[in-house]
């Protein structure tokens, strides 16, 4: 009987994507997959560090994992970025791990846990690697309609408050050739969506063509058959040049959504945070894109009580909200990340009663905006890719637009996949709801 595993995904995008290449690698090596942790002979917990108490969550659930099975227990690899973070340090604490993997090192993890297995030594691989290749067509895609395809691995940037350079190693870029025969193979198995994957994912370069930078990029994805949508995550404002735009503009099948990350409104706390733009910079960017692109829709990430953030910095922060009114936003209340600069050289001097009377009035104003954006909505006709069962009513299927807002409709599951046009009817400050046109 073939050896069965589970992997459990922890964070974003990028880790979700890496446990499909793992899973991919476990079943080449042999391994079947299953859903309940109790029945898996290996078991790969998948690891986030961006944010507080991911190394918490990590122990608790190793203890659960271990008592689940006290007298057959299954092999247990922790991967992703706490992994490489505290390397053996879990093996000292966790007695029921058996092999780390850091997230350079992915590809190892077959070979780590068979040497576990037949030598009984438990095994750690944090080492750096600069090869961001994997075989075509190996991973396994846990979306019938999306496909993630990782461009940009790494980050050089080191904004003050973030561990991803620490954890994901230096940017290291994956050639287009590379990357275009992975669009195709994942549209070649049904896969309608490209959402093209990288920590700065708009600072692109082919390192094999010095022609093609991020634009070439989405144009060369735009040329294959059978692409209906490209996403991408996350850019850098820095980096969002005229020719991104011009190709946002002009590619049908880019989608009309940027997210395009802030972190604060007052130039004085983004200089703290080393990202490398002014409040003027980034409005005069957004106005940019705006004359060039009148439909798109904006989100963002933003970090409230970052050391240093003084309530006037916060209310800048309001203030941009106010006048951009993004259609989505990631909000976070700033925490210490080990290594991170602002943890070795800033104090943490937003009390956490201040952080969250800064969130939650960060939070109540951008729904506000976002219930008033997604009612300009009721009337019109919204088109949307069908991409899941709606999670709320089981006769109801569940999409995005273009511009990334959730759009609830009545429909046949035969649907997931394809385009549907939808009257939109109702408005929450979430979603959509509506009836096929
Ligand atoms: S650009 Fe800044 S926030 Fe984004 S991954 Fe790099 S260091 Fe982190």
């Not at 992703?80 to 604490?93: H, M, N, T």
């Not at 909000?331 to 939650?360: C, G, H, N, Q, W």
């Not at 088109?383 to 109801?396: G, Y």
């Not at 109702?426 to 009836?435: D, E, F, N």
Request: proline letters at 5%; a neutral charge.
């Amino acid at each position: 009987m073939a050896r069965t595993y589970t992997i459990e995904t922890f964070g974003c995008q990028m880790n979700f994507h890496d446990s499909e290449r793992m899973a991919g690698l476990l079943e080449a090596a042999g391994y079947a997959r299953v859903d309940d942790a109790t029945l898996a002979d290996v078991i790969v917990l998948n690891t986030c560090s961006v944010r507080e108490r991911a190394e918490e969550k990590l122990f608790s659930r190793l203890g659960e994992v271990r008592a689940d099975r006290p007298d057959a227990p299954a092999l247990v690899a922790v991967t992703g970025c706490v992994a490489q973070q505290e390397g053996g340090a879990i093996l000292k604490r966790a007695g029921s791990v058996d092999v780390v993997v850091g997230t350079q090192a992915m590809r190892r993890l077959p070979e780590l846990l068979e040497e576990a297995a037949t030598s009984g030594t438990r095994q750690v691989d944090v080492n750096p690697y600069d090869d961001v290749s994997f075989p075509l067509g190996m991973a396994v895609r846990g979306d019938p309609v999306k496909a993630y395809v990782s461009i940009v691995e790494g980050c050089n940037d080191f904004c003050a408050f973030c561990v991803v350079p620490y954890t994901r190693g230096h940017e290291r870029m994956r050639p287009a050739t590379e990357i275009t025969r992975e669009v195709e193979e994942a549209v070649s198995t049904g896969r309608r969506e490209i959402h093209l994957l990288g920590q700065i994912v708009n600072h692109y370069q082919d390192p094999d063509d010095a022609r093609c930078d991020f634009a070439g990029l989405l144009e060369r994805v735009q040329r294959i058959g059978g692409v209906e949508r490209i996403r991408f995550a996350s850019p850098h404002p820095r980096h969002v040049t005229p020719r991104m735009i011009t190709a946002m503009r002009d590619l049908s099948c880019v989608c009309r959504h940027l997210h395009l990350p802030v972190q604060s409104g007052s130039t004085r706390i983004l200089t703290a945070m080393r990202r490398r733009h002014t409040r003027g910079e980034y409005l005069g960017l957004v106005a940019q894109i705006r004359a060039a692109i009148p439909d798109i829709a904006l989100s963002t990430d933003i970090i409230v009580g970052f050391p240093g953030e003084t309530s006037a910095d916060f209310e800048e922060t309001l203030s941009l909200v106010k006048q951009i009114e993004y259609h989505s936003m990631f909000s976070f209340k700033y925490s210490e990340r080990p290594a991170t600069m602002s943890s070795k050289r800033l104090l943490d001097t937003v009390s956490e009663a201040e952080k969250t009377r800064r969130i939650v009035t960060l939070q109540e104003l951008q729904r506000e905006i976002q219930l008033r954006l997604n009612e300009q909505a009721v009337g019109t006709c919204a088109t949307v890719l069908a991409d899941a069962r709606s999670r709320r009513r089981d006769d109801e299927l569940s999409g995005r637009t273009s511009g990334n807002t959730v759009v609830n409709f009545p429909g046949n599951p035969e649907w997931l996949g394809r385009m549907v046009d939808v009257a939109v009817q109702k408005a929450g400050p979430h979603s959509l709801w509506g009836v096929p046109a």
